[in-house]
């Protein structure tokens, strides 16, 4: 490993032994909060997964029964029927801190358009009317499976930057900074024992 560039002086290596002191606190520190990021990680992703799971299989579900009604129907008809918003749908998005890491946090506010549906009843089927009510229940779902995606990908990069930090602290900065300052005191071990010869030839 290769040492610092500096002189091998007293003061420089008291400034070195501070400043490595700081390195090692600093990588006790980061590899604490990378621990604790990948714990909350693996929460996030297990949280993730079930409700992406839950959300394709209602989607699914919403979708063949969408076709039967298309069956039976003109497709049109039912297309207009799923274009028509049965809310009016407003998002408030507010950032939460995950362990210094801001993530999007959106609550939904649905306000009924009015008491009927947008649609004739006599025009569509029931699977057609029953698929309607299903997409607008899914739709906090779909947004929570948003937000939850969008905090797993940025903890993720968050990781990945804690991890080159710790990595360049444990692998270069800390093992220089050690090599720097053994080589300081061999030095300064090896002027003090001329500096003791010396005196010993005066003497003599």
Do not use: W
Request: hydrophobic share 40%; charged share 35%; aromatic share 4%.
């Amino acid at each position: 490993m290769a040492r610092l560039n500096v002189n091998p002086t007293r003061m420089e290596l008291k400034k070195l032994k501070a400043r490595l002191s700081t390195a090692v606190r600093g990588h006790k520190l980061l590899k604490d909060k990378s621990d604790e990021m990948i714990r909350r990680f693996t929460v996030l992703l297990r949280e993730d997964k079930a409700l992406r799971n839950e959300v394709e299989q209602e989607l699914a579900a919403t979708l063949r029964q969408f076709s039967v009604a298309r069956s039976v129907m003109p497709g049109y008809v039912a297309e207009t029927a799923f274009a028509l918003p049965s809310v009016a749908v407003k998002a408030e998005c507010e950032v939460e801190s995950i362990m210094g890491v801001n993530v999007p946090k959106v609550e939904l506010c649905s306000e009924k358009n009015s008491e009927e549906l947008p649609y004739a009843l006599p025009e569509i089927t029931s699977e057609a009317d029953s698929s309607v009510e299903r997409v607008t229940a899914l739709l906090p779902r779909l947004v929570k499976l948003a937000e939850t995606e969008k905090a797993v990908r940025l903890l993720a990069d968050e990781i990945e930057r804690n991890k080159r930090r710790v990595n360049a602290l444990e692998y270069i900065m800390i093992p220089q900074l050690e090599e720097t300052i053994k080589y300081i005191r061999d030095k300064l071990d090896e002027n003090e024992r001329a500096a003791i010869v010396r005196l010993m030839k005066v003497k003599g």
